[in-house]
């Protein structure tokens, strides 16, 4: 499937760029206020562990396989490199995140131009992507800069398409070679990049290969594309010595709800519904997911189809993690604004077919554009403002409570903390510990107390010991 001389004519369509650069602006003008949001949770994590942590143990336990529970070498890397250049400043690690999030933007419009002639549904897709209000926190949160793996397999998409696209073996290779390098970079940042897997087979087979399914040489290119997979897994699970549960996938009863409640953010991304309300909305964007690939299969859109099947395959890792995060539509998103521009130009093909011209279609299409563009920067925008101040704003208003009371703490000293806000408590307080050892290294011990026992736990402070109970107000 080559780019034909309609599409390379309307690729110098001065639309298309502008769709791009408006998604970009939206895009920043909707994470603004991220730039100067504090360190929160898993943040002190990273960031005392790259201080505090001789820097060969440091590497050795990022690149070893089965040391930590969660084996993204790239991922932990990226925190040496980045408090090494920002140290304490917040806005460098936004800025690394917001950076992420435009490539990511570029290469979504890069793909969507790829697969459709014509500015409408790239335009549509780019601005879907950039703006959509869900999955606004794997951009405003530090500790995410592991979106780098969806640019990564973007990428990996666009050079796989030029590879098996190419006229010469040379070219070819060098293409492949290209594809596999950046999906095995993303597959360090995150397991789930691993999405991109069926995403390349269903483009290849359903779209460029079609006509050639029963030729065995048409599979060899996938090749390459399974070893990769099968060398991660081999590696991830320490050649199987490892178990299964050691990864973040957990297959059971929770998936259908689950995928009910990501379609739900997806398609409909209102806040405050109930779990019960967010099911009953995803099973009906379920049915329109399903309604739609029938269509395609019927009406032989193979596009829409595989697009269709890159989405369903990219909810997979996400519905069967334990519990649930709006986080982690970040990268299914992609692939849900590239499925719904395909849907786009299928509707309009149909429309183009009953003597609709072409000129109602391009302004249905910037109406909707515009609308998205709009709307989605404005919700983003409010989202991520209350999330902010629910959550990062807490956690530093802790952190300013704490260091005004106590500007030192005594070596060895043990700090009983209570009235912790819930963020700081998680993973069995491992958050708390550090945010107190990145502010007070010489620290021993730090104890969360119930409220009910601080004046109990008072009364038997040691000489260096300090208790500290949180006033939640805020002026």
């Not at 794997?138 to 696209?165: D, G, H, K």
Request: aromatic share 14%.
């Amino acid at each position: 499937m080559t780019l034909g001389a309609d599409t390379q004519e309307r690729s110098r369509d001065p639309r298309a760029a502008l769709s791009l650069i408006v998604a970009v602006a939206g895009a920043v003008a909707a994470h603004w206020r991220a730039l100067s949001s504090p360190f929160f949770a898993d943040d002190y994590v990273y960031l005392y562990s790259v201080r505090e942590r001789p820097f060969v143990a440091y590497v050795k336990d990022a690149l070893v396989p089965g040391v930590t529970w969660e084996w993204r070498p790239l991922y932990f890397l990226s925190f040496q490199l980045t408090y090494r250049l920002f140290g304490d400043a917040v806005i460098g690690y936004h800025l690394v995140n917001l950076g992420i999030h435009i490539a990511a933007i570029v290469l979504v419009w890069r793909l969507a131009r790829r697969f459709v002639a014509g500015w409408e549904a790239g335009a549509l897709a780019v601005t879907i992507f950039a703006v959509h209000p869900t999955g606004f926190d794997a951009v405003a949160w530090i500790s995410s800069v592991n979106i780098a793996a969806l640019p990564l397999t973007l990428a990996a998409w666009l050079a796989f398409m030029a590879a098996v696209e190419g006229r010469t073996p040379c070219r070819t290779w060098q293409h492949h070679v290209l594809a596999l390098g950046l999906l095995a970079l993303a597959l360090g940042f995150h397991e789930t990049a691993a999405t991109a897997f069926p995403a390349l087979g269903f483009w290849y087979l359903l779209v460029f290969a079609r006509g050639r399914l029963r030729t065995l040489r048409t599979y060899y290119p996938l090749l390459p594309y399974v070893l990769l997979a099968a060398a991660y897994m081999l590696l991830r699970t320490q050649l199987f010595s490892a178990p299964l549960a050691r990864t973040p996938f957990a297959f059971g009863s929770q998936i259908v709800p689950h995928a009910y409640q990501y379609l739900q953010s997806g398609f409909w991304p209102a806040a405050g519904l109930t779990p019960a309300a967010a099911v009953a909305v995803g099973r009906i964007c379920a049915g329109v997911v399903l309604a739609v690939l029938v269509a395609a299969l019927l009406g032989r859109h193979w596009l829409l189809t595989a697009l269709v099947l890159c989405f369903a395959s990219s909810l997979l890792p996400f519905v069967s993690l334990l519990g649930l995060a709006e986080r982690y539509w970040y990268t299914p998103r992609a692939y849900f604004a590239l499925m719904a521009s395909a849907a786009f130009h299928a509707g309009a093909a149909v429309a183009r077919r009953h003597n609709v011209h072409r000129a109602l279609v391009s302004t249905v299409a910037a109406a909707l554009a515009s609308l998205i563009a709009v709307a989605g920067t404005a919700a983003t925008s409010a989202r991520l403002a209350d999330w902010v101040y629910y959550w990062p704003a807490v956690h530093q208003h802790w952190v300013d409570q704490l260091r005004h009371r106590f500007p030192a703490l005594p070596p060895g000293s043990t700090l009983y903390v209570t009235k912790t806000p819930g963020q700081l408590v998680i993973f069995g307080d491992a958050v708390l510990r550090h945010t107190v050892s990145y502010y007070y290294p010489h620290v021993a011990r730090v104890v969360n107390v119930p409220p009910h026992e601080a004046e109990r736990v008072r009364a038997r402070l040691g000489p260096s010991d300090r208790l500290f109970a949180y006033d939640m107000r805020r002026e």
